[in-house]
């Protein structure tokens, strides 16, 4: 078999895992490239039934608005049933506090409101696009990564994972996060979304955008941005390598409009995909910590 | 291209992490960004070259609490493959972990340092590869920049070697004298090695086969789901969802479902891109049958005339991950494939010591052990002796108060 084949015949597998073995799992739906590529997944898995789980956006507020666009679109095609948490509302009510600062950024508040979404609809699994070749402490987790009630990964808590055997016994209030695409590579992602012909929001392909330079990435110039006087604003032409909300994501420069170029791009590129992300140049071991506080 | 899972033995001194990091620079697998982190490091070769075994460094809570999680998983591809390198911590609880990584891997490299040779640690690195039947095995003699690349010392370990791979029954063993630490035979061929004719490792893992189907294996599949879209158009739609473990099913062909026993006719195999005539090893896929018969998730469906052992008494070996010691008046649960029973471990049968390969007398195992045991389960299980059909030959044992997975079981035979 060829390996996309290998990878998509495994993960079709680990979805129909979920299916099986939770009550009440959800597939974390967030409009960017690899939560995409799970939805065409479960297509593969589930087709012609229904999708045995909604799919659940964690929405910052702070989105890209083609992403939102994208989003509303693809799950009106599906005909699948769209649950969102907003941050805003946790916001609003105080449950979570908004940053202030020149870096002020919603990305860490989403763990609060995917939370409270576990919580309120007693999710036990949730199916998440994280992949193992993104960061250092993804590359530990297991592909059924069992949380406490408080959301929390406990590395040293994880279960040996033999064979394709996934035990997901869980005690009530934990619940486990499924990552059936796991052993994919960015590279691999993009080359599957050629293969399959996988529609993904406009800010993939280049275009002309207003940006202002943060801590030597560029980053689109929006209101949502906390911008002052010496923020220089440029016109560039622009391309988004992994979709987050607008605060934490970073643009590469770039005049690629068409897929093969951006895989070429991609294969040939000296710097990793999350090293566009702010949120992981906080400090060595930023992810791990997020996601020992929940984060997916 | 095809994707090539391995695992690397050996223990830090071994140089390990440095052939990792190795392959990962040699390949230009090394991105910008980590390149950077790495050489901020203060950790450096005496000759002052980058300390590549950095690339396999650990969390920042392995570090602060002394542990070490079991395999982190490591990605890189050349023209030819694309590779999944499972990492198992060399030191404490390192019986689990290698288990663990070799379950899922094709092919494991062995790392025998050339001053030391063929020692305990070798025999027990072995031992779980064979124990876990993977299909090939690579000795790398390492640190061959340290016995002056001599000839005779990599003859004399690769004649020790063979001896030991023949008492454990492994088949399919290749040598290749490298030093991680100055790349030789790695990536790149060694100039300082001239009598060495052989590929280098990365050479090796490029081309040596896997995957191909083997049309031996008796046909499988573990029923996951049943699609039943229930709508006006579908009614009467019934699909049996799962993925072949091992052989090929075809549309005609006649099939039982184990263990009930009833029997049917595949009538279409399904999948969203199209039906298919024939479902290979390794293949997702949605069963359609000629009749409606009682099937569920964690049935097993295979070919009529070679069918899986079907029984509630197993004997299996089995490897113990947890701290806790097996309980053999517990109940515990068992997962094999699609099915989850509950069983005990009534009887030990013997403890096998790895370092010398002796069976031992047992009442119980502790983390890390490694033995005999009888099992009855309360459902009956589908299955394949481990060693004939490794695809539907494992199990795992779930601890039923904690729900933490306690033991790997390849299973044996039926009782």
């Known amino acids: ?296 | 291209m095809d994707i090539l899972k391995f695992l690397t033995a050996g223990s830090v001194d071994d140089g390990k992490s440095t052939l990792i990091g190795r392959l990962l620079y040699d390949t230009d697998s090394v991105l910008a960004d980590q390149l950077e982190a790495i050489q901020k490091s203060n950790r450096k070769n005496d000759d002052g070259t980058v300390d590549l075994a950095i690339l396999t460094d650990g969390l920042k809570a392995e570090r602060e609490q002394g542990i070490t999680i079991d395999v982190a998983y490591k990605y890189f591809q050349t023209e030819k493959r694309k590779f999944i390198i499972a990492d198992t911590p060399g030191h404490i609880q390192y019986t689990r972990n290698m288990v663990t990584g070799a379950s899922n891997a094709d092919l494991a490299i062995i790392l025998v340092d050339a001053r030391k040779g063929v020692i305990e640690q070798t025999i027990r690195h072995s031992y779980l590869v064979s124990l876990l039947a993977l299909e090939h095995v690579v000795v790398c003699v390492n640190k061959m920049d340290m016995v002056d690349y001599s000839e005779e010392v990599f003859e004399k370990i690769h004649a020790d070697y063979h001896q030991l791979a023949i008492k454990l029954g492994i088949k399919e063993v290749t040598f290749i004298p490298v030093s991680a630490l100055k790349g030789d035979n790695i990536v790149n061929d060694s100039i300082n090695m001239p009598w060495y004719k052989g590929k280098s490792l990365l050479a090796h893992l490029e081309t040596v086969p896997v995957h191909q189907v083997d049309h031996l294996l008796p046909a499988r599949m573990a029923v996951q789901w049943v699609v039943r879209p229930q709508t006006d158009e579908l009614h009467d739609y019934r699909g049996y969802a799962g993925r072949v473990l091992s052989g090929a099913l075809s549309v005609g062909e006649e099939i039982k479902v184990y263990p009930s026993g009833n029997k049917s006719k595949i009538k279409r195999i399904e999948t969203f891109d199209g039906d298919l005539q024939i479902a290979e090893e390794g293949k997702s896929i949605t069963l359609h049958l000629e009749d409606e018969i009682d099937i569920s998730r964690g049935d097993m469906i295979g070919e009529i005339e070679r069918s899986p052992l079907v029984s509630n008494q197993i004997e299996a070996d089995i490897c113990w991950m947890d701290t806790r010691e097996l309980d053999t008046t517990a109940t515990y649960f068992i997962q094999h494939q699609s099915k989850v029973t509950r069983c005990k471990i009534k009887e030990v049968l013997y403890k096998v010591n790895i370092n010398t390969l002796e069976k031992v007398n047992a009442d119980t195992f502790g983390l890390n052990d490694i033995g005999r045991v009888e099992i009855k389960t309360a459902d009956e299980l589908a299955f394949d002796p481990y060693e004939s059909n490794k695809r539907n030959g494992g199990a795992i044992i779930i601890d039923s108060r904690t729900n933490v997975t306690v033991g790997a079981l390849m299973l044996r035979a039926a009782l």
């Open chain 1, 1 to 296: 078999m060829d390996y996309l084949d290998q990878l998509e015949a495994e993960a079709i597998a680990i979805l129909r895992e979920v299916a099986g073995q939770f009550e009440k799992p959800a597939l974390l739906f967030s409009g960017g490239k690899d939560s995409i590529t799970l939805v065409r997944l479960a297509e593969k898995a589930f087709r012609p039934g229904k999708f045995p789980f909604p799919l659940v956006h964690v929405d910052t507020g702070h989105n890209f608005p083609e992403v939102i666009e994208f989003r509303d679109q693809l799950v009106q095609k599906l005909g699948e049933k769209l649950i969102i948490g907003h941050v805003q509302d946790a916001i609003d009510s105080g449950r979570a506090i908004e940053q202030k600062g020149k870096n002020a950024s919603r990305n860490a508040l989403q763990t609060v409101s995917l939370l409270e979404v576990i919580e309120k609809n007693q999710f036990d699994a949730c199916i998440g696009g994280a992949r193992r070749d993104e960061e250092k402490a993804r590359a530990k987790e297991r592909i059924f990564s069992v949380r406490d009630e408080f959301g929390q990964w406990d590395p040293k808590r994880q279960r040996p994972e033999l064979w394709n055997t996934f035990n997901g016994k869980i005690h009530k209030g934990e619940n486990v996060r499924v990552f059936p695409i796991s052993n994919w590579t960015e590279l691999d992602v993009w080359n599957y979304i050629k293969r399959e012909n996988i529609e993904i929001p406009s800010i993939y392909y280049s275009h002309h955008r207003e940006v202002i330079e943060r801590n030597g990435v560029w980053m689109a110039a929006h209101e949502f941005l906390n911008m002052d006087a010496d923020d220089k604003i440029y016109t560039k032409s622009v391309r988004f390598r992994t979709v987050g909300d607008m605060t934490c994501t970073a643009a590469v420069e770039s005049e690629k409009t068409e897929i093969d170029d951006i895989i070429l791009e991609i294969s040939q590129s000296k710097i990793s995909e999350r090293g566009a992300r702010m949120d992981d140049k906080v400090s060595e071991a930023a992810m791990e910590d997020r996601k020992k506080g929940g984060y997916f």
